[in-house]
């Protein structure tokens, strides 16, 4: 018997991995059929804020409009690829365990699917990755993305 993945989850954040690992659900939701439910996830950080001392809500809201329309596109794509059961949430808060516990929790995942990193060095070396994180702390199967739509290795960017 093999595993039919039903709730499955995607975290976003604007980069091109986690856009590959959106693109590579969207494939796993159309095989495993109809009923598979696939969820976006985007996550603002809004400890990012909290040392910003001229902060105000217009911040967030810039952020969180900027995100809604790329999380309506990929609802788009999904759709057109005829994955009918696609949504997204925006969640505020610390996305490690947001994206580790919290939302598969409330929706049941059985996957979460995320890109390899969506950081930078120097950021991954301060705060940690979220990828790390999830794969170590989640609440239910992860799968890391490491390569392109054609399972080929993503390029590294080149130090300058």
């Known amino acids: 018997m093999t595993q039919q993945y039903q709730h499955i989850l995607v975290p976003v954040d ?9 693109k590579k ?4 939701a159309k095989r ?5 439910e696939l969820r976006l996830l985007h ?3 809004t400890r990012a804020f909290q040392n910003i001392s001229s902060f105000d809500s217009s911040m967030v809201e810039q952020v969180t409009t900027t995100a809604k329309k790329t999380l309506d596109q990929y609802v788009d794509y999904a759709k057109k690829q005829g994955v009918a059961n696609v949504s997204y949430t925006i969640e505020y808060g610390a996305p490690k365990t947001i994206i580790a516990r919290e939302v598969p929790k409330e929706m049941h995942a059985d996957l979460i699917m995320i890109g390899a990193t969506g950081l930078n060095a120097v950021e991954r ?10 794969t170590r702390t989640a609440i239910c ?5 490491r390569t392109d739509l054609d399972n080929q290795p993503i390029p590294v960017p080149k130090k300058r």
């Open 32 to 36: 495993n059929g109809a009923d598979t």
């Open 25 to 28: 659900a969207v494939a796993v």
């Open 43 to 45: 996550v603002v950080d």
């Open 125 to 134: 070396i301060l705060i940690g990755s979220v990828t790390e994180f999830v």
């Open 141 to 145: 199967d992860v799968l890391v993305v």
């Open 14 to 22: 604007g980069s091109k991995e986690a856009e590959l690992a959106f």
